[in-house]
């Protein structure tokens, strides 16, 4: 099982300029989430899908986010203008089962992303 | 509502000591509580996880957790602490009626092992 994949590992680009984040989920996970973790605020979560329907983007921070999900293998976060601010860990993680399920969401090792 | 605390921002123990990680949930319901270990520069790693039945959950790397109905607590132990468990860990907590199966996290707690 090659787990949840999230490329790239790193990114640094310049305030201003788009950033796409990419994930592809475990395959046969019906759940994706989305998370950015700062030092200052811990671990946060910005969207989530089931069966790649967005449900609950209410931990999206602005405008200026969005994520989509287009099949069951791949996930994009997209940051466009990205803001120094928005400088943290971004982490996807998948879960399989339906509501009410009791299993765990696995996390990919996440994009470092850095806007100077 | 779910909220989970993490009263200790990091814990000190010698390499052999026993080591326990507090955590205690609060939710509407039966809850399901996990724990996570998150290794510098990886992800959230999947411990254990409480359900339903034995209160003590036993999971990877020789850890095992606790779970009290009364005093609302899943604390995690390992009997003897290694220097390669310093890291990361949070603990977290949803029910069966969560939305999304959304998880709620603790702000986490750091281990620092010893030699």
């Known amino acids: 099982d090659a787990g949840v994949i999230q490329s790239p590992r790193h990114e640094v680009t310049e305030m201003g300029q788009e950033v796409t984040l990419r994930c592809k989920p475990i395959s046969g996970h019906d759940y994706l989430f989305w998370y950015r973790q700062t030092m200052m605020r811990g671990l946060e979560l910005l969207i989530y899908?089931?069966?790649?329907?967005?449900?609950?983007d209410s931990g999206m921070p602005e405008d200026r986010f969005s994520a989509k999900m287009p099949n069951a293998s791949f996930s994009t976060l997209k940051i466009q203008p990205s803001e120094p601010r928005d400088s943290a860990v971004y982490f996807c993680a998948s879960s399989p089962g339906a509501q009410g399920s009791n299993q765990p969401q696995h996390f990919g090792d996440g994009t470092r992303l850095s806007i100077l | 509502a779910q909220s989970v605390a993490q009263p200790e921002d990091q814990v000190n123990v010698a390499e052999g000591n026993p080591l326990t990680v507090k955590c205690t949930y609060s939710v509407s319901g039966n809850p399901y509580l996990f724990w996570y270990v998150q290794y510098p520069n990886r992800g959230l790693q999947f411990l254990l996880k409480?359900?339903?039945?034995?209160?003590l959950v036993k999971g990877s790397y020789g850890f095992e957790a606790e779970f009290n109905k009364s005093q609302t607590s899943f604390h995690l132990k390992k009997p003897s602490a290694l220097v390669s468990d310093s890291a990361l860990y949070f603990c977290a907590v949803r029910t069966f009626k969560a939305a999304g199966n959304k998880l709620t996290f603790g702000g986490g707690t750091r281990v620092l092992v010893k030699p």
């Open positions: 899908f089931n069966n790649n329907v967005p449900i609950d």
């Open positions: 409480y359900i339903t039945g034995d209160n």
